[in-house]
């Protein structure tokens, strides 16, 4: 089954080299767009994603007495193609810093300590209702190494697979309330205020489970008009 794709809506997505982030001149094409038609395979795959990679749960919180330490949060998330309909089966991929602002990869050399009972990222499959569940800790905010020293606030990275290649999405997940996101250059790099709403989670009531995590409800949206802007 064939799918169609929307164009890229440059109101709503990052300016594509983002100042003070060396890595966004890497990533971005420095000529000007060849425009040619999608090919099917790029619209029909891939399939069968879910099969093909090894999954990791959706917890990298620890238990018991290996809990990570930090705040304890359950997000649940949703991810819906550009028409609403939950994207059902497919994988999508988080990785965060710990509480501290730690990331597990051998390029942070921060001086922020390592948890060695937190897990750092994970790989699952949404349901049919296109949601996911993950628990995990609050990550911490931390220092961009540049020269001039400005900081991230809390966020958790997501790649959503979609439907099929062209609906690929790599993204960001914002705390409200957090005053490092009215000057984080990377959720800033979105123009529209709108969408940069859409990439900052709402607190709900927490459920009472015997852990009484925080709770945070998210909503994905792969492509089209509402979608949920690119971060890199
Ligand atoms: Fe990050």
Known sequence: MSYVIAPRDERTQPVRVIPGY???PWRNPKQPLVKRAPTLSELTGPSNVSRRVQLLGGD???H???QAIGQLLHLRVRVVDEDGAPVGGTVVEMWQANAAGRYIHPNDDDHAPVDEHFYGAARLVT????SFLLRTVKPGA???PTKDGWWRPPHVHFSIFGRVWLSRLVTQMYFPGEPLNAQDRILNAVPDAAARERLVAKLVPPTGDPYNALVYEHQIVVRGRQATPAQP
């Open 22 to 24: 060396p890595q966004t």
């Open 60 to 62: 990298v919180a620890g």
């Open 64 to 66: 018991g007495e290996t």
């Open 127 to 130: 349901d049919d209702t296109g």
């Open 142 to 144: 931390y220092p961009v």
